[in-house]
């Protein structure tokens, strides 16, 4: 199986902070990588997939970047709305599987 | 906009079955873009693919819950369902429903979920 590393698990940061969050692949998944946005007591939801690709209706402070096997989530700009827990998940081989999630809380 | 609904049950014994149904509106289930997922979340915890499946009812398993689980679908009621028996406790979570990708493999859209819990 593929195994998912997210880091931080948290991150609290001010309004207006430029925010990243790290996933790293256990072996190479080309782009094949996914991030989620999940509010408490809600579904989770696409952010990006294929790595750096927006999904319709996301805000452009929201990007991806990848590296290799190490793959970054950016929030440019924090807002209060961004308050949630970040997920990756890779999408090349069965099992799918998911990075441990990262909180990001609002200072 | 193509929407899913989970059902079913929230609480079941344990050592017994768990059945869920996920309808989905919309939009069609055959529709060749998507394959059908279910995911699950226990409680203050993360994300688990189950399985997936196609509208021509090919499946993928977790290898973790293969020799439990069973993912079918009804493309006459534009539904697709899960069953995972011999559960126990550590198998309550938030169960959802959600597209899946044929292109690319990421989930969506997402159900709102349902929780299912496993208790005597």
């Known amino acids: 199986d593929i195994q998912m590393t997210q880091s931080p698990s948290s991150v609290s940061a001010s309004v207006g902070d430029r925010v990243t969050i790290t996933c790293r692949a256990s072996?190479?998944?080309?782009?094949?990588l996914a991030w989620y946005q999940q509010k408490p007591g809600e579904a989770p939801e696409l952010l990006i997939y294929?790595?750096?690709n927006l999904q319709s209706g996301v805000p452009s402070r929201f990007s991806g970047r990848t590296s290799g096997t190490d793959f970054t989530l950016t929030i440019s700009s924090l807002q209060p709305e961004d308050s949630a827990t970040y997920y990756c998940?890779?999408?090349?081989?069965?099992?799918?599987?998911f990075g441990g999630g990262t909180k990001v809380e609002i200072k | 906009q193509l929407q899913l609904q989970e059902s079913g049950p929230g609480l079941v014994k344990p050592s017994e079955t768990l059945s869920l149904t996920c309808t989905v509106s919309g939009g069609s289930i055959t529709s060749s873009d998507f394959h059908w997922a279910w995911i699950r979340q226990p409680p203050g915890k993360g994300l688990e693919w189950i399985g997936s499946?196609?509208?021509?009812?090919?499946?993928y398993y977790n290898p973790s819950l293969q020799s439990r689980v069973t993912i079918s679908v009804d493309t006459s009621k534009n539904e697709f369902s899960l069953k995972l028996n011999s559960v126990a406790a550590a198998d309550t979570a938030l169960f959802y429903c959600t597209g899946f990708s044929t292109s690319s493999g990421w989930f969506d859209p997402w159900g709102q979920g349902t929780l299912v819990t496993v208790s005597s």
């Open positions: 072996q190479s998944i080309r782009s094949f």
């Open positions: 499946i196609s509208y021509s009812g090919s499946t």
């Open positions: 998940q890779q999408a090349i081989s069965f099992p799918l599987t």
């Open positions: 294929l790595a750096s």
